[in-house]
């Protein structure tokens, strides 16, 4: 069923200042930076360790990102789950009742939905089944095809 944390999403205020506190102190590697225009932030994909994370910053006031930093402050945004098959982890869920947000399928490269916080504690949780070639790539292969 769940497979693995895929990787932790971190929404700050300033993505430079991150960017330097995690390369410089912590030595994570920089892999990528983005901008999501449609959903209005931009964001920088670290490796430390085996540990995949992403940071993001707001672009518009309007994003889910200045929203989630106006509500809780800096900090954790979301976990994200690896399964080996999303259909499969939900209707397992159903019987608990759990309400998910935000299906989407990117077709050949991922199918995701969000879980409420209301079902996990507080943490928003992104489930995710990689497609394709993705589902066997290593951590690095399948970001570069991703995010590249």
Do not use: C
């Amino acid at each position: 069923m769940i497979k693995k944390i895929d990787h932790i999403g971190i929404a700050v205020r300033d993505l430079e200042a991150a960017k330097k506190v995690f390369t410089e102190a912590f030595g994570a590697r920089l892999l990528y930076q983005k901008e999501n225009l449609q959903d209005k932030y931009v964001f920088a994909l670290f490796k430390m360790g085996e540990i995949i994370f992403s940071v993001l910053e707001a672009t518009s006031p309007d994003s889910f990102v200045a929203r989630h930093i106006e509500r809780f402050g800096e900090g954790v945004d979301h976990v994200a789950i690896e399964v080996d098959d999303l259909d499969a982890v939900l209707k397992h869920w159903e019987k608990y009742g759990f309400k998910t947000l935000n299906y989407e399928e990117v077709p050949g490269i991922r199918k995701q939905v969000f879980l409420s916080p209301k079902n996990s504690f507080g943490v928003v949780f992104q489930v995710l089944e990689w497609l394709g070639q993705n589902k066997f790539a290593n951590d690095e292969e399948r970001m570069g095809r991703v995010w590249s």
